[in-house]
T-cell receptor, first 112, second 113 residues
Framework: QKEVEQNSGPLSVPEGAIASLNCTYS??????FFWYRQYSGKSPELIMF????GDKEDGRFTAQLNKASQYVSLLIRDSQPSDSATYLC????????????FGTGTRLTIIP | DAGVTQSPTHLIKTRGQHVTLRCSPI?????VSWYQQVLGQGPQFIFQ???????GRGNFPDRFSARQFPNYSSELNVNALLLGDSALYLC????????????FGPGTRLLVL
């Protein structure tokens, strides 16, 4: 079982619709969760982080965390063509060896 | 404020050679982490340094080493390069180094021939 799993996609969403990206993790000790956006040939760019169960909103982005189900998601409202990228989910433990463990990413394409 | 900077941006080496990659963190950040990203995969953790001490090491061979300097900049060294070391090498910085949000630099793209 992979530590962090994401559907690799591609996920195609019409412009203006809601894009829903999902991520599951295996380590129940994971404490912090991050979403990064990565354009082709570029480095990951932080979009959001979430530590507590529930929803966290920032502009058009909403992160959702359910620790009981070991599930974290990212919703993108009013999707724009500029949102087309690979979205990486990453998790971190707060103790011991501090590192981000990434999923393989979901490729999102917004169709004009 | 300047973000994380890395040098060089691109590098071509041959098998068996050695390479040194450099990273300067965001001003005020004391923690630097290194990641390797192979095409089509998520970044893989290599090292973390905080206040010049190694805080964590990923599952990479001893050919990989790193260090952090008093000004918090860092070097990643890879000896005896293999074709499989071809990847994007990413440096990330954070303030405290303990489950803090990490910000990535532009990366160094290494090609081993």
């Amino acid at each position: 079982q992979k530590e962090v799993e994401q559907n690799s996609g591609p996920l195609s969403v019409p412009e203006g619709a809601i894009a829903s990206l999902n991520c599951t993790y295996s380590d129940r000790g994971s404490q912090s969760f991050f979403w990064y956006r990565q354009y082709s040939g570029k480095s990951p760019e932080l979009i959001m982080f979430i530590y507590s169960n529930g929803d966290k909103e920032d502009g058009r982005f909403t992160a959702q965390l359910n620790k009981a189900s070991q599930y974290v998601s990212l919703l993108i409202r009013d999707s724009q063509p500029s949102d087309s990228a690979t979205y990486l989910c990453a998790v971190n433990r707060r103790v011991g060896n501090e590192k981000l463990t990434f999923g393989t990413g979901t490729r999102l394409t917004i169709i004009p | 404020d300047a973000g994380v900077t890395q040098s060089p941006t691109h590098l071509i080496k041959t098998r068996g050679q050695h390479v040194t990659l450099r990273c300067s963190p965001i001003s005020g950040h004391k923690s630097v982490s290194w990641y390797q990203q192979v095409l089509g995969q998520g970044p893989q953790f290599i090292f973390q340094y905080y206040e010049k001490e190694e805080r964590g090491r990923g599952n990479f061979p001893d050919r990989f080493s790193a260090r952090q300097f008093p000004n918090y900049s860092s070097e990643l060294n890879v000896n005896a390069l293999l074709l499989g070391d071809s990847a994007l090498y990413l440096c990330a910085s954070s303030q405290q180094g303990v489950a803090e949000t990490q910000y990535f630099g532009p990366g160094t793209r290494l090609l081993v021939l």
